[in-house]
């Protein structure tokens, strides 16, 4: 049963999120607003007890629409080079994300743990890289580096906050809000991390070709 509400809550907070996303390309709402909007209803979510469930599942879809908003901009620039890119990330992420979910469901208890401390180290190691490139420059490179380590580093999320949140189910937390927050973050981490490769990749074959026609 808990399985499947958060099954459930995780498939309308991407309904919720793609909602968002498409107001974004009617009106171009995303942006600073939408973003700390999605941060504020993010905290207020987890700052609410599990018993105000239904002003915490409000919040939810809440702060996955602004969160769709908010990297509106980036989907309304793969469908306008091409549609077919935001298709495939999207079932490349649910492939993904339906993987990695399962195999950490399958695994002995506790048995993926231990990667909290590592995937910590490699989220700092990619801030630390975005605020060098920041100020001194940075290469090509570095910047797919940064785009397939960080890939990496949210898919690992996805294992390791899937079997937390089965660790904590054991213990007795119940609160499937709180946990379909924290594996929609995950998924729309790992989509944006498939979308913008998906993009670059495609840029960087246009150009090719435009490059043989001159």
Not at 41 to 64: C, D, F, I, N, R
Not at 109 to 133: D, I, P, T
Not at 150 to 172: C, N, P, R, S, W
Request: charged share 15%; glycine share 8%; hydrophobic share 50%.
């Amino acid at each position: 049963m808990s399985s499947l509400l958060h099954a459930m809550r995780i498939g309308e907070s991407v309904v919720a999120s793609a909602a968002g996303a498409y107001l974004h390309i009617l009106w171009n709402i995303g942006g600073y607003f939408t973003t700390f909007a999605c941060l504020g209803s993010m905290l207020w979510l987890l700052s609410s007890p599990p018993y105000q469930e239904q002003k915490k599942v409000a919040l939810l879809m809440a702060a996955t629409l602004f969160e769709g908003a908010s990297i509106g901009p980036l989907i309304q620039l793969g469908i306008e080079f091409d549609p077919s890119i935001v298709l495939g990330a999207f079932v490349g992420c649910a492939v993904v994300f339906g993987c990695f979910s399962a195999a950490a469901m399958l695994a002995r208890h506790r048995e993926y743990l231990y990667l909290g401390g590592f995937l910590s180290s490699g989220v700092s190691v990619l801030l630390w890289l975005h605020f060098a490139s920041s100020i001194f420059g940075g290469s090509m490179a570095l910047f797919n580096f940064e785009l397939y380590f960080g890939l990496l580093v949210f898919v690992g999320y996805i294992v390791f906050d899937t079997q937390e949140i089965i660790e904590k189910a054991h213990l007795g937390d119940m609160d499937y809000v709180k946990n379909a927050l924290t594996l929609f973050v995950d998924f729309v981490d790992v989509f944006v991390q498939i979308l913008i490769i998906m993009i670059k990749n495609a840029y960087e074959k246009e150009e090719k070709k435009r490059k043989r026609r001159n």
